[in-house]
């Protein structure tokens, strides 16, 4: 194995620890609602508590890799998520379960924030983009296979056996980060501890027009996968349904479009400009969104008709996703895990308020899902077109002239390793 196919695992796997808490946890709902004896606003809770930790510690773990580096971070985020896990699996009562929860929240969102800025600090401009399209193709293994195993263990275990997975999964990763995993950040390079230069820092990235428009642009549109992904629950068993174990007629095609776009993207990425694969992206996405709508307006939802806009729509997110990324962070080279952690704070923001309030007042119907998915996806595109308007994305001709001055060929990247 190269070491680029290496790092890309490494780094696809450490992005997979957030979804697969997320997405096995889905069908484990109701039988945690029934054994604690809590309403369904409460379970929702659980999903939420843990959403907007994760979105509060991704806020801070690109700063702190960037000062003391990237390996050491994702080391003790996954220490304290295997200990958060356990305490989830030994859970007596409810308020630990939620208090687990949220600590899992808090150590999950390491592995994804510093593993886009080791893209950045190992790759650039067009290598860059592939690598960062292949993590999301990986990556999108997770939530295909979470539900349908997080299913499967209810009905041969527990729920508690969701957790005891999730804890041999992080245990398993953990070694491997430690054997394989190199530190990509020299001492010499970061930045140091101070907090009147990280508030500065911070200032100086939130306040950047163009940055907040392109991570809103992420973030809204990733906000329609997210609606549904918190609306799982009640979308496959009372409005398809289906029963425990059918959680893949949903999942299967919304992460089969996924990784088919996350493929894609990277492939064409060296051949057309950010703002020609944005744009192909986006008349998917319209595309997809149109044929939802239409489709509930006038029948009952019933699979596969209900679910194959779903995936139409997750190709059109994967397809966007590594460009306006890749995009925002290039505005910020020097502190690239800072802008890492901004973005990811705002996508998972987003996220955590889509499924843990918007998703409990659509959920009851599937238009309502399908009206909510075109809100955010207009909502998405005049965020990338203020960021166009403010910054415009340099064209391919361009991106190879900035990658050749900074003596850092696309395709010779790797040897940085």
Known sequence: MTQTLRLTFILAALSMVGPLAIDTYLPAMPAIRDQFGISEFWIQQSLSGFLFAFAAMMLIYGTLSDSFGRRRVILVSLVIYIL??????????????????????????AGSVVGRAIVQDVFSGVQAQKVMSQIMMVFG???????????????????????????LFA??????????????????????????????????????????????????????FSLYIGSAAQFVTHILGLGETSYAWMFIPMIGGFMLGSALSGRYAAHHSTRRLVAFGYTVMIVATALNVGYNSFFPAVVPWAVLPLGVYSFGVAFTTPAITLRALELFP????????MLSFGQMMIFALASGFLAPVLFDSALHL??????????????????????PAPSLAERAAQDESRGLPGEEAGARL
């Open 84 to 109: 958060a896990s356990i305490g989830v699996a030994l859970s007596p009562n409810y308020p630990t379960l939620l208090v687990m929860r949220v600590l899992q929240g808090l150590a999950a969102g």
């Open 141 to 167: 293994l997770a939530p295909a296979i979470a539900p349908v195993l997080g299913g499967w263990m209810l009905v041969f275990f527990s729920w508690r056996g969701v957790f005891w997975f999730l804890t």
């Open 171 to 224: 245990t398993v990763l953990t070694f491997v980060v430690w054997r394989a995993l190199p530190e990509s950040l020299p001492v010499a390079q970061r930045t140091p501890l101070r907090l009147g230069l990280i508030l500065g820092n911070y200032w100086r990235v939130g306040k950047n027009p163009a940055f907040i428009a392109l991570s809103m642009a992420v973030g809204l549109s990733f906000g329609g």
């Open 334 to 341: 020097a502190n690239r895990g800072l802008a890492s952690s």
């Open 370 to 391: 399908a009206l909510g998915v075109a809100g955010l996806l207009v909502a998405s595109m005049a965020m990338w077109t203020l960021a166009q308007k403010i910054a």
